[in-house]
Each structure stands twice: as structure tokens, then as C-alpha cells.
């Protein structure tokens, strides 16, 4: 499907959901689509906010350390805090009327073009240096760094309850050398991973509930964003052609989304051609369907909140991995506030059948249709301590199935997610996936000052079976011989949002080698341990 065609299918819903607009109305709302405040005026409001049991949210207070017991630092709320990366086309929430992030108030694209109320943009750029020291996958003969670059502009027109907009993507590389590690997470030249038409109100046929509809090509950003998640950390982003329904309680108490698309194939994929930053139009994967429902409730006793869904992902059976997988699961959890605990829970299985790799008596790999039995589990404790910085501690552990027999594959498909703020940065590092892990960890975050955060976290990896992969760093042992143990993991991050329109963080990740990961057959024969480091900005306009 070509570029003409989304255009041609963003244009067709828009017509079709022409036709039902009277009887569809959107309230009038305090927040408008360009209503910006900064996050230093936003935080120092002193005042309470009721919540789903009638009692009152203490505020946050101008600093970290007049946070009341109770409430919620803002650096600990997603999306409110968003990440160094494109965020333009994700703020406003048209069933809430509200925006989920503050934007620039003084310096920024609409005020400084002049643009009418009904036509908003944004423009992002974000440059990182990312270096690492030792090679750890196999075929990795020394160090490597990396400049990745992203560009992007995101404009939207409305009237009414219906809006049409697109979003533009460049990102590029710069320091590779042929050989090292380069694929399509890094480089997608000039494209657009949104090109969409949608209609919302807020009344839908005078019920009161939120309703939208949105057709074209677009991103996907759900639940804790391990399945489905519209990339932060990654050079690009995850994108989809299709159609999505939203559907909300007007007392924000739950919320259903329903989707059916294809998955967008990045292009070029190729090392040659992404070296040099070569371009080519984004393509649908052909004749593979990825469709869901997701389910949210804000409101459960305790003050907790939950999801349930289902997603299926159907490929063509000449694809490389053949993939018909159904994948239900849920999840459980207490936001995070300062003076309490909290804790999420996220359990999730996996079936259907997928091509994989099984390995005979004399450790020969075939490629094998076989069916999937595969799970993911997530649990993790935390705690907000009553003290200046808002110091949160987190204990958290993961287990993934992974490895294949004859007949079943165990091996988890982490889907579309993303996996930066669990399992540390991605880029040319991107050492562990959700697939044959089990992990414990622990992170302590601080808060020195509303406009400065950071964290330390430790983790221990083991492989849930000695005989699978660890298929980021493409090393397989089926005898089992080269243990179980991967290593552990070091990280330290900084960010500073030093104006409205720039903010910079940086980190370290120090992983120390395990017995697997310096014996395992075709094992980088370099067994020091791997330092990371990189630094990035981001300037919104």
C-alpha cells in the first residue's frame, strides 16, 4: 500500500464520519487544542483534586521536597512527564478535553507561525552520541558509536469534532561503519508513520460517553506499553495502517479501545543502504493483520487501576517467523505517592503456532511451523519515602519464557513493545528483550528539583532456559553446557529539562558478563565487561 493509498483511506473516513456528524457533538472544553502551560507554573499550584473515592489528592508543591503525603510527583506519572522524543501528536486527549503533558508556552511552532485556532504543529528535533567499548553479540569484533538523529513535524487541522493530520519522521545515523550494529530501530529516511483522519466527541448521542474513531495510518501506545507502545528511547517509532474505536466513561472510571491494522514495514532494510541513510517509502506488511481489544478501569477498590486485552497477530505464511499468535493478559496496579507503596502486576500468556527453530540431537537447527506456548510475567513493589527529593525505591522481577522443543515453541513475542525504562537503552546497546529471561532488579529514583530527575538500577539475568537463545546477542548453546547465568547490569540516568524547549539527559550502563555470555559458542572472544554511555537533547518548538 502506497502513500497515495493512506492518504486516499484518510480522506475516505473522513467523508464516511461526515455523514454521522449531527448527530455528534464535542463539548466545549477549558483546555483547547493550543492551550500550553509551562510545568514549573502547572506544579506550583496549591490545591486538591478529588478522586474516585470522594476524598481529596494532596498537591504537589513548587519544590520536591513540599510534596504532600499522598500525592503523586508529576516525575513519576506517565505521560506527564514525556519522554526525549516526539511528543506533538500525542498531547491533547480529545475525550478528556485535557492535555497529558504541558508544551512550550512562549517559544513554540503555533504561536511563532501564526497559525489559526484550528490548525496546530509541533517540531522536534532530538541528537544523541551513544558509544559502546566492548563487543558482546556474536559477530562483534570491537567498539562502537553512534550519532542517531530525529526530526519531526506533526500538524493537525480540526473543525469541530473531526481532525485530519500527519506526522513527518526523519531519522537518520551518522558514525557507523560497515559491519556493526545498524537496522531499522536506527534509520527511516523522510517518511510518515501518521497519516490519519478522525472524529471524537465527548456526548456521544447525549450519553455522555467519550466516543472517537480514527482511520489512516497512525501509532499505537497501550496500557504499560510492553506489547504495544509508540517508541521512546528507538531512533523510529512503531506504526500501523487501519482503523482504531475509542470508546469513555464521561466519570473517567474506564475506557475501551478496539483496533485492526497492518503493521508498517520501515524501509530501506538493508545495512548498505541504511549506512547511508538511503531512502525508501514505508510499506504495510502484506497480507498480516494485527488487531485488539483493550480494556482500562481507573477506578478499583484501593485506589488501583487495571487492563485486559487481547491481541492477535496473523503474518503471511511466506514470511521469515509466520507468526499466528493470540495473546491475552492483564494487569494490575497502584500509581505511585509520596509516603506510600505501590505496585504493579502484569501477567501474560501467548498461542497459536509461529515458524522457529528446533534443534535435533546433533544441535542442527531446522526451521519448524510448531504451536506456541509461551508467558510473560511482571511484578514489582515500590515505595515513595517522605523525604526531600521524593526518593522512590522499586523492587521488580520478570520472567519470560523462551526456547522451542518439537511440536511447541516457548519463545515469547514481545510484539510491538518497548523495553528502555525496564531493561536499559536500546540504540546500538539493547542488550535484553522479553524473551528466555529471569530477572530480578531494583531502582531508586530521585527528585532534586522539579526540573531535574534521576535514577540508579541494578538487575541479575539469568536465561529461563539454558538450551534457548539469547536472541539479542544471537547466541544459542543447546547442550546447556555454557550455564545459565547472562550477567549483571549497572545503569545511572540523568535528565534536566533546563527550558521549556530544551532538556537534555544522559546516562551509563555498565554490564558485567556472565558465564553465558563469555562462553556460549560464537561468544565475542573479548570477555571484558561493556560500557555504554550516551547524552541527548531535545528541542520542542
Given amino acids: ?12 473516513t473522513l467523508v464516511i464520519l461526515s455523514s ?6 464535542v463539548e466545549k472544553s477549558d483546555t483547547s487544542p493550543d492551550t500550553v502551560s509551562s510545568t514549573k507554573s502547572a506544579n506550583a499550584i496549591q490545591q486538591t483534586t478529588p478522586m474516585a473515592n470522594n476524598q481529596a489528592i494532596p498537591s504537589v508543591g513548587k519544590r520536591p521536597a513540599q510534596d504532600k503525603v499522598g500525592s503523586t510527583p508529576p516525575e513519576y506519572k506517565r505521560p506527564n512527564r514525556w519522554s526525549l522524543t516526539a511528543g506533538g501528536s500525542q498531547r491533547k486527549d480529545w475525550l478528556t478535553g485535557k492535555n497529558r503533558f504541558d508544551w512550550p508556552s512562549e517559544i513554540n511552532a503555533k504561536k511563532t507561525l501564526g497559525l489559526p485556532d484550528w490548525l496546530n504543529a509541533s517540531l522536534e528535533f532530538r541528537a544523541r552520541y551513544e558509544s559502546m567499548d566492548t563487543p558482546w553479540v556474536r559477530g562483534q569484533t570491537g567498539s562502537q558509536y553512534q550519532i542517531p538523529l530525529q526530526t519531526v513535524l506533526w500538524m493537525e487541522a480540526n473543525y ?42 465527548m456526548n456521544l448521542f447525549d450519553t455522555g460517553l467519550g466516543f472517537e474513531v480514527k ?168 515505595y515513595t519515602f517522605d523525604l526531600p527529593w521524593d526518593p522512590r525505591l522499586v523492587l521488580q ?75 539479542p546477542a544471537n547466541l544459542i548453546d543447546p547442550t546447556g553446557k555454557s550455564g545459565d547465568f547472562l550477567g549483571h547490569t549497572v545503569e545511572l540516568s540523568a535528565r534536566w529539562d533546563a527550558h521549556e524547549n530544551i532538556a537534555i539527559e544522559g546516562g551509563w550502563t555498565y554490564f558485567m558478563k556472565g558465564t553465558f555470555a563469555r562462553n556460549a559458542p560464537g561468544a565475542p572472544t573479548n570477555h571484558d565487561n561493556v560500557n555504554y554511555v550516551y547524552v541527548q537533547t531535545e528541542l520542542r518548538f
Avoid at 454521522?20 to 457533538?25: E, H, Q, R, S, Y
Avoid at 521512546?232 to 487501519?242: K, V
Fill in 1 to 12: 500500500m502506497n502513500i497515495q493509498l493512506h492518504c486516499c483511506l484518510a480522506t475516505l
Fill in 20 to 25: 454521522i456528524m449531527p448527530v455528534l457533538a
Fill in 160 to 201: 469541530q469534532a473531526l481532525r485530519v493530520g500527519f506526522e513527518f519522521w526523519d531519522a537518520r545515523q551518522y558514525g557507523t561503519k560497515a559491519g556493526q550494529t545498524l537496522n531499522t530501530t536506527m534509520v527511516d529516511s523522510a517518511d510518515f508513520p501518521q497519516i490519519y483522519a478522525a472524529l471524537s466527541t
Fill in 215 to 382: 482511520g489512516g495510518r497512525m501509532t499505537l501506545d497501550l496500557g504499560s506499553r510492553r506489547l504495544v507502545a509508540r517508541n521512546a528511547f528507538r531512533n523510529t517509532s512503531n506504526s500501523f495502517t487501519g482503523i482504531l474505536f475509542r470508546l469513555r466513561d464521561p466519570a473517567s472510571a474506564w475506557q475501551l479501545q478496539v483496533f485492526a491494522n497492518q503493521p508498517v514495514v520501515r524501509l530501506p532494510d538493508q545495512a548498505n543502504l541504511m549506512l547511508h541513510n538511503d531512502y525508501a517509502w514505508d510499506q504495510e506488511q502484506k497480507n498480516a493483520v494485527f488487531a485488539g481489544l483493550f480494556a482500562e478501569a481507573f477506578k478499583l477498590p484501593w485506589d488501583t487501576s487495571g487492563e485486559l486485552y487481547l491481541y492477535y497477530l496473523g503474518e503471511n505464511p511466506a514470511s521469515t517467523n509466520n507468526r499466528r499468535l493470540f495473546t491475552p493478559g492483564f494487569r494490575w496496579f497502584k500509581q505511585a505517592r509520596k509516603g506510600e507503596f505501590d505496585f504493579e502486576g502484569e501477567s501474560v500468556a501467548q498461542t497459536g503456532n509461529r515458524y522457529d527453530t528446533i534443534y535435533d540431537v546433533k544441535n542442527k537447527g531446522t526451521k519448524q511451523d510448531v504451536s506456541v506456548e509461551a508467558f510473560m510475567e511482571h511484578i514489582q513493589f515500590g
Fill in 397 to 471: 522481577y520478570d520472567y519470560v519464557t523462551g526456547g522451542a522443543t518439537s511440536g511447541t515453541s516457548k519463545a515469547f513475542d514481545t510484539l510491538f513493545g518497548a523495553r528502555r525504562w525496564e531493561y536499559g537503552p536500546t540504540g546500538i546497546l539493547g542488550l535484553f528483550a522479553r524473551n528466555n529471561i529471569n530477572s530480578p532488579g531494583t531502582r531508586l529514583f530521585v527528585v532534586p528539583h522539579r526540573d531535574v530527575t534521576a535514577f540508579a538500577a541494578y538487575r541479575a539475568w539469568w536465561m529461563a532456559n539454558s538450551t534457548a537463545a539469547w536472541v
